[in-house]
């Protein structure tokens, strides 16, 4: 075998050897935006999502296999299919598990990028990668954006190995005490109009506790379950924790009560009850929530001049009412 021979071999081998190894980087550049701006089906989400969600499941499953390369695969075929954020997600944490974090961190950029649901998952996982690659700075500034867009488990980021690099940093203390305790500060009990309408409130009670009213379903916006008694503040209502963070409040819903309607086959919320709905059940029940199932399951309010409680508010006198509903838990 002569010389050019020989080099055309040697790099036949290594564009075989590459692909075996890493074929969804040699095969096609999934981490890139260019990817993605390119892709025959970005705009043919509808056609797509029915694939999306069987590929989904199919991943779910193997999940737990030991051969990764099959799903890894199975999320190439994903993304050849569509460009769907999960698949991003995923293929962050799969490259998470084999230590390639600077691709996890494209991966999850990309979900978030792609507008994934979750994305407080997606901004904690690379503030993991970046703590693991000791980038201090870029691994705090995820991290608060991952407790700035939902991010509420605090117990596991107590607990996360991945992010001892950042707790045995200087900034730890500090940063824990202005981002991870919750101190149930009383000057911030009260009644806070959240809106420019005047018709939507928050409360925010002892021990944490926040529930916020919805005094305008029904005859205001037309629809059929008579949801809008603003002597009974909590017959439709969102209710959670909420905690301090520097200059801002931060609320996780986790449970949503109201009246359930009957105008479509499947019923998902507590409260859904609109104009197109053709007739009301008029039951009331009450849904425990995650962040998978109601997005938008947590809301921050800025504290400014404009959003101190307000004891001039006119449905202000509904904080004690609606607090002592719950006297068990805020010790009213």
């Known amino acids: 075998m002569n010389i050019t021979s020989l080099k055309s071999f040697s790099i036949v081998f290594a ?22 701006k390119s892709h025959p089906n970005l705009k043919n989400r509808n056609q797509a999502e029915k694939n999306v969600e ?22 190439q ?21 084999l230590n390639s974090f600077d691709n996890a961190i494209k991966s999850h950029n990309l979900a978030i990028l792609r507008r994934f649901n979750n994305e407080h998952l997606a901004y904690y996982n690379i503030a993991c990668s970046y703590s693991l690659l000791k980038n201090k700075e870029k691994a705090f500034e995820f991290l608060i954006k991952a407790l700035l867009s939902g991010y509420r488990n605090l117990e596991h980021i107590a607990n996360d190995k991945d992010l001892n690099f950042l707790k045995n940093t200087d900034e730890w203390i500090p940063f824990k005490k202005n981002y991870l305790q919750i101190v149930d500060l009383k000057k911030y009990h009260g009644s806070y109009n959240i809106d420019d309408t005047g018709k939507s409130e928050l409360l925010l009670c002892k021990n944490n506790i926040a529930i916020e009213p919805s005094f305008y379903r029904s005859k205001i916006d037309g629809s059929c379950c008579g949801t809008g ?13 909420w905690r301090k963070t520097e200059d801002k409040i931060i609320i996780f819903y986790n449970t949503r ?25 008029l039951k009331q029940i009450c849904v425990t929530t995650t962040p998978e199932q109601f997005y938008y399951s ?14 001039e508010y006119k449905f202000s006198t509904l904080y004690p009412k609606a607090c002592k509903e719950y006297e068990s838990l805020v010790n009213e």
């Open 15 to 36: 564009l075989i050897f590459i692909s075996l190894t890493n074929p969804i980087i040699a095969e096609k550049n999934y981490l890139s935006e260019e990817f993605i």
């Open 77 to 97: 075929y994903g993304l050849d299919v569509y460009p769907d954020p999960n698949f991003y997600y995923l293929l962050g944490n799969y490259y998470m598990n």
């Open 257 to 281: 009560c109201g009246y359930k309607g009957e105008g479509r086959k499947k019923e998902i919320y507590a409260g859904d009850c609109g104009p197109e709905y053709a007739q009301c059940s």
């Open 229 to 241: 008694n603003l002597e009974k503040p909590l017959d439709s209502h969102l209710r959670g924790i």
């Open 298 to 311: 947590y809301k921050v309010i800025n504290l400014d001049n404009n959003s101190n409680p307000d004891s």
């Open 54 to 75: 069987n590929i989904l499941k199919e991943l779910a499953k193997l999940k737990t296999s030991k051969n990764q390369e099959d799903y890894l695969q199975k999320i």
